[in-house]
């Protein structure tokens, strides 16, 4: 008798960042879009917004958990330091519990593709030997900079050499103010940098594709030069589609004059201490200028009332927890 084809289904693995949960959702969205069963997964915490996932068939959450992973309100996820570590010794073991849950469900998974910064998951995959993916979600000229160094593909200048400059196939060249900001030159025990180097040190063993958020107009060049060596994919521009406005700020902005408004985001990795805090607030109360300030709930818990009031009682701010970044930028 003939066999019941196995539909498509990608399990999407994330960094529990939200800067880099919701291209990975978006990515999602597309697949599912085209008919392939989608899970997405990471270890959520206090703050994470999955919005990107409403009301699309076919894309499903699946948290990950069991072992001894934390809980979502654990307070030990506030430290990045401290919540990477975690999910390194932890993660493994969950993820491959998730893989074979599904497996149990009807839904086994055929291929995984996990964003960077999770140096963890694609092992997994590779030892229950299925496909793999790495989704690259910055731009491939920086992916670029980061495989060249990492393959001693370009002689990189030194950290201190003030005139030093770099040439990179399919890349202007680069003046080392350029590349001083980027990990290769922070400090070898720096855990960031770590995991650059175990996600982008054998990805050509790790995975069949690199996906990456950028498209052919934009960076040609760079993606043809690169193709050489890394099995390279555009998939971007993974922008978000939702035309709804669940966060009051569009509105408010659009009310403003064209190019009036001070814009304060830190993202949800960035801790600011309760004196920052009192003085971003009194920061922005002395510009006379409209300001959106994204403040999330702990950092406001920061503030004592009369500070958080003499910020806001001029009638020219708006603070909320959290706004949609890109929309708000864009206006």
Avoid at 57 to 70: A, I, K, M, S
Wanted: net charge negative.
């Amino acid at each position: 008798m003939p066999t019941t084809p196995v539909q498509p289904h990608v399990l999407l693995v994330s960094t529990p960042f939200q800067s880099h949960v919701n291209p990975l959702m978006r990515l999602g969205r597309r697949l599912a879009a085209k008919g392939v069963l989608v899970t997405f997964t990471t270890a959520l915490r206090a703050g994470i917004r999955l919005d990107e996932v409403s009301g699309v068939d076919g894309f499903r959450v699946e948290r990950l958990r069991g072992g001894d992973l934390w809980e979502v309100d654990d307070p030990r996820f506030v430290d990045a330091g401290d919540m990477a570590r975690h999910l390194s010794a932890a993660g493994p073991a969950a993820l491959e519990a998730l893989i074979r849950r599904e497996a149990q469900a009807g839904r086994p998974v055929t291929c995984v593709v996990a964003n960077a910064f999770v140096p963890w998951a694609l092992p997994v995959a590779a030892d229950m030997g299925l496909p793999r993916a790495m989704l690259w979600i910055q731009s491939c000229a920086l992916l670029s900079v980061y495989y060249h160094y990492l393959h001693a593909l370009a002689p990189f200048p030194e950290a201190d050499d003030a005139s030093g400059s770099l040439a990179i196939p399919g890349l202007p060249d680069l003046a080392i103010d350029e590349l001083r900001p980027l990990l290769i030159y922070t400090s070898s025990q720096d855990m960031w940098r770590q995991m650059l180097v175990t996600d982008l040190g054998s990805i050509r063993e790790k995975v069949s594709w690199v996906l990456v958020n950028t498209f052919d107009a934009l960076e040609q060049e760079t993606i043809s030069a690169l193709s050489e060596h890394v099995p390279v994919i555009p998939v971007g521009p993974l922008l978000e589609s939702e035309t709804s406005e669940a966060d009051g700020c569009i509105a408010w902005l659009d009310a403003q004059p064209p190019r009036s408004v001070v814009l304060v985001a830190f993202g949800s990795l960035v801790k600011t201490g309760d004196e920052e805090t009192a003085e971003i607030a009194e920061g922005l109360a002395s510009t006379e200028r409209p300001f959106l300030w994204v403040l999330r709930d702990e950092n406001r818990a920061l503030l004592s009332k009369d500070t958080f009031t003499a910020a806001t009682s001029c009638g020219r701010g708006m603070v909320v927890a959290w706004c949609r970044q890109a929309r708000s930028d864009a206006s």
